[in-house]
């Protein structure tokens, strides 16, 4: 594996489900983020795990819930969604510290909330 | 509201010429600029970044980076059907990687 995985890459779920999105890093990086992509809106920033520290975009409802048990493993947790959630959830990482902060993204998962 | 703002197009360029692509941003603080393509369907991928003002250029692609006037562009040399996508401006104020990204503009490359 290299890059970036994330798994599932695509998810159907209702309302009242609970599931979580994984995604693996294979580069080295020190920095792992949630990023959600909606129709014709910009990239935003869920959240960022740098060093263990978690940085989050406070507008993110507690229905999403994050947990990066290494510099190396990125999960997001998934409960009591809204449709509005639909949307392609985009992880990536980077390495902090080392000039540019290029982020290199996973191929995303897409997630249909009914 | 720190903002990045591009027009989504679709920008239609004939096959060979320029595309030239253009993004704002509000944040005066910001130091760093990226340039991401993303095909339909696919995951954004890094084209070039720029850090200091004025041109650079990496193969057919140049960036352009103006601070005093808080615009960066974009432009696409010899432009291929293979460059249809979206290109998504990204603008960071500090190395945490708390990138704002534009909403990306469209552009079609017609035979």
């Known amino acids: 594996e290299t890059g970036v995985t994330q798994t599932p890459r695509h998810l159907v779920m209702g309302m009242t489900n609970k599931k979580s999105l994984k995604c693996e890093q294979h580069l080295g990086h ?6 959600k992509q909606s129709a014709k809106k910009p990239l935003e920033l869920m959240f960022v795990y740098s060093l263990e ?10 229905r999403f819930s994050p947990e990066c048990p290494n ?23 980077s390495q902090q510290g080392s000039g540019a902060n290029v982020l290199t993204f996973g191929a995303g998962s897409r997630l249909t909330v009914l | 509201q720190k903002e990045v703002e591009q027009n989504s197009g679709p920008l239609s360029v004939p096959e060979g010429a320029i595309a030239s692509l253009n993004c704002t941003y509000s944040d005066r603080g910001s130091q760093s600029f990226f340039w991401y393509r993303q ?3 696919k995951s954004p991928e890094l084209i070039m970044f720029i850090y200091s003002n004025g041109d650079k250029e990496d193969g057919r692609f140049t960036a352009q980076l103006n601070k005093a006037s808080q615009y960066v562009s974009l432009l696409i040399r010899d432009s291929q059907p293979s460059d249809s996508a979206t290109y998504l401006c990204a603008v960071a104020g500090d190395s945490w990687g708390k990138l704002q990204f534009g909403a990306g503009t469209q552009v079609v490359v017609t035979p």
């Open chain 1, 30 to 35: 020190n920095a792992m983020y949630w990023y």
């Open chain 1, 53 to 62: 520290e978690r940085v989050e975009n406070n507008s993110v409802p507690s």
């Open chain 1, 71 to 93: 510099s190396s493993h990125l999960f997001l947790h998934l409960h009591t969604l809204q449709p509005e959630d639909s949307a392609l959830y985009l992880c990536a990482s």
């Open chain 2, 39 to 41: 095909y339909s369907g």
